[in-house]
């Protein structure tokens, strides 16, 4: 792409510096004689006047430099415009999918190609927003968006320096998922997945998907700044059969649920007032929904100690309710209960939950075994915003219906009941 700047990420900036960095200095500078680093990994990569004739074989108007970035802060990729970009270990948990969106952005001027050498670690945006469209160009079955994406992809053993008994050793101790990931390549669903029955391919709505507008809708919001993150969802209506048995009040009698649609999100990533996190949310239902959006049926978000939030909220006229309840284990068996009967759809246009339904998990130790509580938990703003409502929605418990009785023997006056009668259901 000729003189100019170019880009060397990694998830963070210990890996450039351990790594990287280290790999670079010595391929360029020191068995190429191209430049120098300077300034270290927090540094470049300077091309000297001799490696410009040599990479270019003529005078360059322009001096050829190499900036190094680490994904864990995408501000910090968003220095220059690059004319092409390689993402070291992209497929790391540390690398945002926003450090992406921001590559893209500093490589559009030079329509830059970008390269994305790593281990496929999980199932995070690489395998959707890249891997997925490679493979749909290679079998035939993408559109125009998908025929820039390339995959290559090689077991370990394909590399002549790597020893076999080593291969068999891992092959017969790893766990199938570990040793698929780390020495085949292979994107495999890693063991503590919390939504482990989540599928990509077969429960997403398209990005333009619009939900009728009889349909109800909810909101759920986590809250935090710069993390807010809230979700609008409409609810599916049952028809058919279905109907007649959702309407059916006899005693113990097992209501079906309507299918939810995750149609619009909302993530700013920086830190705003109240009033304007309002105003962009009423602006994001104008910009899906028209100009007279239906009403929300109920918002829902927040934990027990953020009750100061939701008053914030209510002041400036977005009313919302705290959960039913604060048990995360108890609202998270009600997500997966949605995705494992197949009653939760995600539009492609809500990046952030895709990612969080792929990644959230529970930790798991040096045997690969599963072990309680969750691994980075405040790291998935949008799984919270999505558990909130669904859990409000699908809360259960004993209802009633109640009925006023009135005695004829005894004079009735405006607002007095003789007595009250409940019927479960």
Known sequence: MGAGDYLLAAPSYKLLDQAAVPYLQDALGTKLGLGQVVGGAAGRFTVSPEGEWRLWQARQDRKTRIIFGHADEPDSLEAAQYKAAVLDESGQKKFKQQSWEA?????????????????????????TEVYDRAIRNRTGAGTAADADYECVSFESIMNPA????????????????????????????????????WDVDTMTDPANFRPPK?????????????????????????TGAAKAEHTDESEGKSLPKNRLHVYAEYAPSEARSIRQHVQAMKELRRRVEGDDPPSLSATIGGSQSENQWRLDFNAEGWNIHPPDQFDVECGISRVYARIKTKRLRVSKSCPRLLHDLAEYSRPVNESGLVEEGLEDKSAYHAADAARYPISWIDRNGIGFVLKVFTDPNVPQYPGSLSSLGFRRY
Not at 170 to 192: C, E, N, S
Not at 215 to 229: M, T
């Open 103 to 127: 590559v893209q952005r500093r490589l559009a001027i030079d329509k830059g190609r970008c390269l994305f050498p790593t281990t496929p670690y999980s199932l995070n945006w690489l395998k």
């Open 162 to 197: 790597f020893p076999l008994d080593e291969w068999e050793r891992a092959k017969a101790t790893l766990p199938d998922w570990k040793f698929d990931l780390f020495y085949r390549g292979i994107f495999t669903r890693p063991a503590g997945s919390v939504y482990d029955c």
């Open 214 to 238: 009889q349909w109800k809708r909810y909101c759920g919001i986590d809250f935090g700044a710069p993390n807010l993150v809230a979700l609008f969802i409409a609810e599916e209506p049952i």
